[in-house]
């Protein structure tokens, strides 16, 4: 690849990152049931969308994630 080819796909990089990141911090609760943070997808794009980063993000952070609100409280031993 020739520098132009690489700027554009660190450029698309930076963008999808920083799409995730803003992403991860508007939609981020914490349930009520066990005391975690989860990343709420609110449509199954987004939950596609960034499937991929969220994955190492789990790795790296520990955080979880789940498409649409949490339905009441689950019986979550303590």
Same mark, same amino acid.
């Given at each position: ?9 660190? @450029?698309?990089?930076?963008? $999808? !990152?920083?799409?995730? !990141? @803003? $992403?991860?911090? *508007? ?11 989860? *990343?709420?997808?609110?449509?199954? *794009? ?8 969220? $994955? !190492?993000?789990?790795? !790296? ?5 789940? @498409? ?11």
């Amino acid at each position: 690849m020739r520098k132009a080819q690489w700027t554009v796909v660190a @450029i698309f990089g930076l963008a $999808y !990152l920083s799409a995730y !990141l @803003i $992403y991860r911090k *508007v939609n981020t609760e914490i349930w009520s049931v066990d005391k975690r943070s989860y *990343v709420i997808y609110g449509s199954k *794009v987004s939950y596609y969308c960034f499937r991929p980063i969220s $994955y !190492l993000d789990s790795k !790296l952070t520990g955080m979880r994630f789940h @498409i649409g609100p949490h339905q009441g409280n689950a019986n979550v031993p303590e």
